[in-house]
C-alpha cells in the first residue's frame, strides 16, 4: 500500500507540482490549498507524512503542524518555504521548528523533485518505536506542542521573510 501524503500549498502550481512529482514516485497525494482546508481533510483521514507550506493566509504552516499534532501526535512532517533570507540557515529555521512544533524536517523553496521525495522516504524509513517513547516522554515533561508556542514560533521566524 502506497504511503499517504498531505500536502498543504496556497499556490496552485507548487501544490500541483509536489504532487505530480510524488504521485511518479508512488505516493498516494491528497492536496490542500490552505491550513483550514488540511485541518479539515486531517480531522477525517489520517496521512504517513505531512508536507506543508510555512507561510500561508489565515491559518500558516507552523500554528497547522501544532494543531494537527493534537489529532495526529506520530504524523512526520516537512515543513517548506520560499521566504527565509540570508540572514539565518536553514538549519536553523530546522533547529526552531522542531523546538516549538515537533517539524521533522525544513526544506527551502524551491525544492527539487528528488530532495522532497528522498526527505520523505529518510522520514518514511525512522524507527516509529522511538517515537511513542519520545511522545509519552514529552508528554510526561507537558512539553507537547502547543497552539502559543507554534504562533512564538511562527512570529520570529517570520521576522526572517524577505521583504
Do not use: Y
Amino acid at each position: 500500500m502506497p504511503h499517504r501524503v498531505l500536502i498543504v500549498d496556497d499556490e496552485p502550481r507548487v501544490l500541483s507540482a509536489m504532487g505530480r512529482c510524488l504521485r511518479l514516485n508512488g505516493f498516494q497525494i491528497t492536496p490542500a490549498r490552505s491550513g483550514k482546508e488540511a485541518l479539515l481533510i486531517c480531522e477525517e483521514h489520517s496521512f504517513d507524512v505531512l508536507v506543508l507550506d510555512f507561510i500561508m493566509p489565515g491559518l500558516d504552516g507552523v500554528e497547522l503542524l501544532a494543531r494537527i499534532r493534537k489529532l495526529r501526535p506520530l504524523i512526520r512532517a516537512v515543513i517548506l518555504s520560499g521566504q527565509i533570507d540570508d540572514t539565518i540557515t536553514e538549519k536553523e529555521v530546522a533547529k526552531r521548528l522542531r523546538e516549538s512544533v515537533e517539524a521533522d524536517h525544513f526544506l527551502a523553496k524551491p525544492v527539487s523533485c528528488d530532495t522532497l521525495v528522498n526527505t520523505i522516504t529518510n522520514l518514511l524509513a525512522a524507527d516509529p518505536s522511538s517515537d511513542w517513547q519520545e511522545l509519552a516522554r514529552r508528554m510526561v515533561q507537558g512539553k507537547t506542542s502547543s497552539i502559543k508556542a507554534a504562533k512564538t514560533a511562527a512570529s520570529e521566524l517570520k521576522k526572517f521573510r524577505k521583504k
